[in-house]
């Protein structure tokens, strides 16, 4: 099968839905695809009907279908398709993607015309089917641009400079064999797996999409999508894979150049890590882990990236984690707020529990397994806390409070 030209790896896992819709499209698109093409699917032990959405399109389309007897992992199911491939070029496709095939035949021609390149990376394009509204694309570049062999230094600065982001491409498959990219738990992989390749020749940047990722599928859509996964904890695995990449180049870098490229790889990782917040500050997740969040865009100097003032952050964490601690609420039956609280205490707190919010302004023997939130300092009040304590409240200061979370 030397004969093909490009290979569309899919790895699968109970997608069948999708993809029945991507293989009818590749079954369009490939009718006047210039290219000869063979489409890779590896199939992770679907328990669904993947197996006959590929049957039926056996006799229609190019493909090389293999089912794994076990479930082996996203990696392993990724690089098994492309390691499975048979033409020059190959491409990995998700399942629930889709391609722009006049764009995809334009970059497969600027590959075969530069033998001396290794891999083409490109963006791509986001758009919401069930809308039928295009979405942008995830990242810009104003050219196309080669980088040579062994520029390290040029491959750094356009990915930080531009914010780009190596994850679609088009590889020749001989070095894919060569190369043996991997990924790994420290560097992300779409920015160490460049870097190995330019070890080996030139690589491409177009500045147009070839690649469409599919925001919103179907009406009913209910699939977890990986990258937005990844962008709720993924910051420091981006920055050692930045990092990576400016370390292969940092012998060939100026002191200013090196100084430059730090502070722009910290304005990437801050980016990151404000969509997390954004996207956990409008989903009500956690508020705990959004003030550490907060905190660590503010230790980066980029407090105006916050998606409220940092007072409100710092509160609501506060609320939430007097009525969401285990330690806190286990074994109690509501909450009384001691001292000069106005009513309003009550009502923030009635937002984060079910539980029943007790006004009281001193501290009495009759409240019992109860979180007691005393106005002010400890010392403000007469309590005997051991005593408290045998009753089964958990007693916690207003001012110990504002002081975990400063």
């Known amino acids: 099968m030397n004969n093909i030209t490009l290979s569309i790896c899919i790895p699968t896992f109970n997608r069948a839905r999708y993809l029945a819709v991507l293989l009818s499209t590749l079954l369009d698109g490939l009718l006047d695809f210039p290219y000869a093409c063979q489409i890779v699917i590896s199939d992770n032990a679907s328990t669904d009907n993947t197996a006959e959405v590929v049957g039926a399109f056996l006799d229609k389309l190019p493909i090389k279908y293999f089912k794994q007897a076990n479930n ?26 889709l391609l722009d095939f006049s764009a995809l035949a334009q970059a497969v021609e600027v590959m075969l015309s530069q033998p001396d390149a290794v891999v083409l990376y490109a963006p791509w394009r986001l758009y919401d089917r069930v809308n039928n509204k295009p979405q942008g694309n995830f990242y810009s570049q104003p050219d196309d641009l080669m980088v040579g062999r062994n520029d390290h ?85 981006y920055r050692g894979g930045w990092e990576y990449m400016l370390a292969r180049a940092s012998s060939r870098l100026s002191i200013d150049e090196l100084a430059a490229l730090r502070t722009g790889i910290d304005r990437l990782v801050a980016d990151r890590m404000a969509v997390a917040l954004r996207i956990r500050w409008q989903s ?89 939130l005393l106005k002010g300092e400890l010392a403000d009040h007469a309590i005997d806390l051991n005593q408290a304590r045998t009753k089964g409240n958990k007693i916690i200061a207003e001012n110990d409070l504002t002081r975990k979370f400063y």
Not at 74 to 86: C, G, P, S, T
Not at 168 to 193: D, G, H, K, L, Q
Not at 301 to 328: N, V, Y
Not at 348 to 359: D, E, M, R, S, W
Request: proline share 4%; aromatic share 14%.
């Open 153 to 237: 230094a040029g491959l750094v600065k356009h990915v930080v400079q531009h914010d780009v982001w190596p994850e679609i491409s088009i590889a020749r498959a001989e070095m894919f064999r060569r190369v043996r990219p991997s990924m790994n738990p420290v560097a992300y992989w779409a920015f160490t797996i460049p870097c190995e390749y330019l070890g080996y020749g030139h690589v491409i940047f177009l500045k147009d999409p070839f690649y469409i990722s599919i925001t919103n599928y179907f009406a009913d859509d209910v699939r977890q999508q990986q990258g937005n996964l990844e962008v709720m904890g993924s910051w420091d695995r």
């Open 72 to 97: 082996s992992g996203v990696e392993r199911n990724y690089f098994f398709a492309l390691d499975h491939a048979d033409g020059i070029l190959l491409m990995y496709l998700a399942d629930d993607d």
């Open 284 to 372: 009500q997740t956690d508020p705990v882990e959004s003030y550490l969040l907060a905190n660590r865009l503010r230790g980066l100097g980029f407090e105006s990236m916050l998606p409220a003032p940092f007072f409100d952050i710092r509160s609501k964490a506060a609320l939430w984690f007097l009525t969401h601690d285990h330690l806190l609420i286990n074994e109690i039956d509501g909450f009384c707020c001691v001292g000069k609280f106005d009513a309003q205490i009550a009502a923030l707190l009635g937002k984060f529990t079910t539980l029943p919010v007790a006004l009281r302004a001193e501290f009495s023997d009759d409240i019992e397994r109860s979180v007691v």
